[in-house]
């Protein structure tokens, strides 16, 4: 049983910053991708944010040079660190755990709402 624990999110002015934090405890095996999923109404769940056992990252094209993802292997959490945030990054935020043997893992997921 592995469970995914997030906190941040809430309600932020256009311009301003959020941080999302993601916690992962249990069973887990060897992890090789942390990350962050969106899903805003109406739409599809999508990658923000992934970062692999290799130190790579990869972005949503939408949040490149506004959004940096991090994270703590020896701590097994991931953090995302929203910048110039935009009505348009109003969702609800996931974290997402992968492992070696290809089992993947979704936190509850926290909303951020970004509007004036």
């Known amino acids: 049983q592995v469970q995914l624990v997030e906190s941040g999110g809430g309600l932020e002015q256009p311009g301003g910053s959020l941080r999302l934090s993601c916690a992962a405890s249990?069973?887990?095996?060897?992890?090789?991708?942390m990350g962050w999923y969106r899903q805003a109404p109406r739409k599809e769940r999508a990658l923000v944010a992934i970062t692999t056992s290799d130190s790579s990252t990869n972005y949503a094209d939408s949040v490149k040079g506004r959004f940096t993802i991090s994270r703590d292997v020896a701590k097994n959490t991931v953090a995302l660190q929203m910048n110039s945030l935009k009505p348009e990054d109003t969702a609800v935020y996931y974290c997402y755990v992968r492992d070696s043997r290809g089992f993947q893992y979704w936190g509850r997921g926290t909303q951020v709402t970004v509007s004036s």
């Open positions: 249990g069973s887990i095996f060897s992890i090789t991708a």
